[in-house]
Each structure stands twice: as structure tokens, then as C-alpha cells.
T-cell receptor, first 113, second 112 residues
Framework: EAGVAQSPRYKIIEKRQSVAFWCNPI?????LYWYQQILGQGPKLLIQ????????DSQLPKDRFSAERLKGVDSTLKIQPAKLEDSAVYLC???????????FGPGTRLTVL | ELKVEQNPLFLSMQEGKNYTIYCNYS?????LYWYRQDPGKSLESLFV?????AVKQEGRLMASLDTKARLSTLHITAAVHDLSATYFC????????????FGKGTSLLVTP
């Protein structure tokens, strides 16, 4: 069974630029999560989707971050404009449903200069 | 706000020794998870603990859950170098839509 796919794996941008990350969850998984993991810390939830609806985006900095999950499968996370403090690994995870184990993708490492 | 605390944050141990990592959480949770993360890699699910007194074992790792004390432990038996990684505990609750709340992680280094 294929795992959660993410791209790109690495991205370096300058502050105030825009960036987008893509996630393809495990086939059949209804729930999709984006987490931000800052160096030395545990992942922190940014947004959670159930199919193509948002379950929780309370910790998403909506002035600069946006995410969508069109058709309830793939998802994109965008940052516009980026700040230095956005440097982190962005992890996508998916689960069969809200109560099932989450499986994580390899992550996208973002460096903002 | 649900808080998850792990200790120790860093652990260096010799091969063959035993040790325990602790995970405390602040409010009632539905489930507790242990994940492993190798440097530059993503998170791998190790255990899911669902109820008070739950114990699960896989190889040299054993996880337990005490929901009354809001405490989980990850016990390492006769450590080997391959266990070197960062270990995270995480809890979820119905109130948070079952999104995971992670601890800061325990960075484990097993030396010869």
C-alpha cells in the first residue's frame, strides 16, 4: 500500500515570497491533516480536513496560510507571504476516518531566508 | 488547552541497558500514541493505547497507559543502537476532532 506522498521535499525561499506544498493521502483515507514541526519540537496541527470539509483550522495563521482539499483527495497548503519563523517541516498525515491511526508523509522542509 | 509533557528530552544510554521514557498529559484524552522519528524522516506509528491499564509490546519496546494518573511510559529493554531515534507521545480527544497533541519528543542515543 502506498504511503502519504508529499512534494516538494525541500524548499528554500526568501521572506515575503510565496510557497505551496502538496499532499496526496493514502487511498481511501477520508481525514487529512497538516502539521508544522519546528526544529526540536513536536508537530503542531495547522488544519484538519474530513473529506473536503474543514474540521479544525483554529491554529492556522489565516492571514498568511491557506489550505484546500478539492474533491476530498489531494491537498495543498500555501504560505503567502512567508516569514522567517515559518521555517519548519510541514507534515501531512491521513487516516481512514477521524478516530483511526494517522499515517505521516515524509514532510517538506521549508527554509525561509 | 491539552498539554503533553515528556521526560527526559534527551537520553544517552549504553547498549544492553534498560530505561523508561515518561509522558504526562493534562486533561482526559481518548487515546495515546507513541511515534518514532529518525533524523530527516517522518513519523512512524509504534503503539496506540486505548484504555486504562493497556500494555503493548513490540520487540524491545513496551508501552503502558495509566489514565487515572494521565501517564504513559515507554520502556526500553536491553537497548541496541538501532533504537536511536526521537520518540514522541501524542494524545487525541473528541473535543479536538481527534487531532494529535504532541509532546516535545525524547531524543534517544544508544551507544556501544
Amino acid at each position: 500500500e502506498a504511503g502519504v506522498a508529499q512534494s516538494p521535499r525541500y524548499k528554500i525561499i526568501e521572506k515575503r515570497q510565496s510557497v505551496a506544498f502538496w499532499c496526496n493521502p493514502i487511498s481511501g483515507h477520508a481525514t487529512l491533516y497538516w502539521y508544522q514541526q519546528i526544529l526540536g519540537q513536536g508537530p503542531k496541527l495547522l488544519i484538519q480536513f474530513q473529506n473536503n470539509g474543514v474540521v479544525d483550522d483554529s491554529q492556522l495563521p489565516k492571514d498568511r496560510f491557506s489550505a484546500e482539499r478539492l474533491k476530498g483527495v489531494d491537498s495543498t497548503l500555501k504560505i503567502q507571504p512567508a516569514k522567517l519563523e515559518d521555517s519548519a517541516v510541514y507534515l501531512c498525515a491521513s487516516s481512514l476516518d477521524l478516530t483511526s491511526t494517522q499515517y505521516f508523509g515524509p514532510g517538506t522542509r521549508l527554509t525561509v531566508l | 488547552e491539552l498539554k503533553v509533557e515528556q521526560n527526559p528530552l534527551f537520553l544517552s544510554m549504553q547498549e544492553g541497558k534498560n530505561y523508561t521514557i515518561y509522558c504526562n498529559y493534562s486533561t482526559t484524552s481518548d487515546r495515546l500514541y507513541w511515534y518514532r522519528q529518525d533524523p530527516g524522516k517522518s513519523l512512524e506509528s509504534l503503539f496506540v493505547l486505548l484504555s486504562n491499564g493497556a500494555v503493548k509490546q513490540e520487540g524491545r519496546l513496551m508501552a503502558s497507559l495509566d489514565t487515572k494518573a494521565r501517564l504513559s511510559t515507554l520502556h526500553i529493554t536491553a537497548a541496541v543502537h538501532d533504537l536511536s531515534a526521537t520518540y514522541f507521545c501524542a494524545v487525541d480527544t473528541r473535543n479536538s476532532g481527534y487531532a494529535l497533541n504532541f509532546g516535545k519528543g525524547t531524543s534517544l542515543l544508544v551507544t556501544p
